[in-house]
């Protein structure tokens, strides 16, 4: 899942987001509510991670411009503003959670799943096809009751691709969800990542999981066709 964070103060924003990434969440940066408006118009994310007090535009602002275009992206809104019409004004510009700082990171990161949660089709905790199981909140994965220990960046690549199963995910999509903005769209990275995720997961099973459809993408599931290279 790709996340934006926009946070002004650069250490914060530093540790924001190197703890993000440990959890295999893509992270991008942005350090005042213009620049956040400007990631936002060229990428898909996920999820905004939205400090109140940025300059050039303040987050409720942020928020307000986000939701009269029509974006329905969740917004986590942090502030050290914890005064009740703070808080009102953060959900009637638009944000779906409110976390007051100073705030212990365990508790962002819940505040992140339960928000990614209520997306469609990103409903449950642990995801199952066939005998694949993957937890989104341990970070684990199984296959027939024997655990694959995965990367940070496998695992993301793994979940994106079991939130879609049944679905041809597009190098595009995958880019887009996946990896951030340093994403060099002209490597072969998410080849090389789907390549050890089938080693992990489909090798020495008779049922291949992983698909390659030629020209269009990738698709989990048990019943798929396609090529399994």
């Not at 411009?65 to 029509?70: A, E, F, P, S, T």
């Not at 995801?127 to 990367?151: H, K």
């Not at 490597?187 to 080693?199: A, D, Y």
């Amino acid at each position: 899942m790709r996340i934006l964070l926009v946070e002004d103060e650069p250490n914060a924003a530093r540790i924001l987001a190197k703890g993000l990434r440990e959890e295999a969440y893509a992270v991008d940066v942005a350090e005042d509510g213009e620049g956040a408006l400007e990631l936002v118009s060229i990428n898909a994310y996920d999820l905004i991670i939205l400090d109140v007090m940025l300059p050039r535009k303040n987050g409720f602002e942020v928020c307000r411009v986000l939701r009269n275009d029509g974006s329905a992206v969740p917004i986590l809104m942090l502030t050290a503003r914890d005064a009740l019409e703070d808080r009102v004004e953060g959900l009637d510009s638009g944000a779906d959670d409110y976390l007051s700082k100073p705030f212990e990171f365990e508790e962002l990161l819940a505040r992140v799943r339960a928000l990614l949660r209520r997306k469609p089709a990103l409903y449950r905790d642990v995801m199952v096809v066939a005998d694949l199981s993957v937890d989104t909140v341990a970070r684990s994965v199984s296959r027939a009751g024997r655990e694959v220990e995965l990367t940070a960046k496998e695992f993301a690549l793994l979940e994106y691709l079991i939130r879609r199963q049944g679905e041809v995910v597009s190098r595009t999509d995958i880019s887009e969800h996946v990896w951030d903005k340093s994403y060099d769209p002209f490597s072969k990275v998410i080849e090389v990542f789907v390549q050890r995720l089938r080693r992990k997961i489909d090798e020495n099973h008779s049922v291949k999981l992983i698909k390659t459809r030629r020209g269009e993408g990738y698709v989990l599931g048990s019943g798929e066709t396609g090529s399994d290279v």
